[in-house]
């Protein structure tokens, strides 16, 4: 947190004339509580469905991608259509479209639903 502020200083991230910087160093690190939660809840779903070690990690990408459309989605038929394009594409990278429909309802109370 302390080292985003000092880039924000002297002007590696965003414009030197930002000179409030407290709104920028509280969304980074909203977005970063956010992605430590999405992280934690994710990684223990994935334990209680006793999902291999070896692909945990794919998963938890997939969460923190669905997590972005979560979070800038411009309105729920939007939110909905884009995450069930992202199973779609996670499906065929090889993860299971069961586990990623109970990431989302269970991570992001989001019921994507069958098309």
């Known amino acids: ?16 004339r930002n ?11 909203a977005a970063m509580e956010r992605v430590r939660r999405t992280r934690a809840e994710t990684k ?7 999902v291999p070690s070896i692909v945990r990690f794919h998963y938890c990408t997939f969460a923190l991608r669905l997590g972005k459309i979560v979070n ?17 594409t996670w499906q065929a990278r090889g993860l299971d479209r069961d586990v990623m429909l109970r ?10 639903g069958e098309k």
């Not at 947190?1 to 030197?16: D, F, P, S, T």
């Not at 223990?44 to 006793?50: Q, S």
């Not at 909905?80 to 992202?86: M, S």
Request: proline share 2%.
């Open 1 to 16: 947190m302390e080292n985003y502020a000092a880039r924000l200083k002297v002007g590696q991230c965003g414009a030197e």
């Open 19 to 29: 000179v409030g910087l407290k709104g920028p160093a509280e969304r980074f690190s």
């Open 44 to 50: 223990a779903l994935l334990e209680d469905l006793e």
């Open 72 to 88: 800038h989605a411009w309105g729920e038929h939007a939110c909905r259509e884009e995450a069930r394009l992202l199973v779609m």
């Open 103 to 112: 990431i989302a309802r269970e991570v992001f109370e989001l019921e994507i």
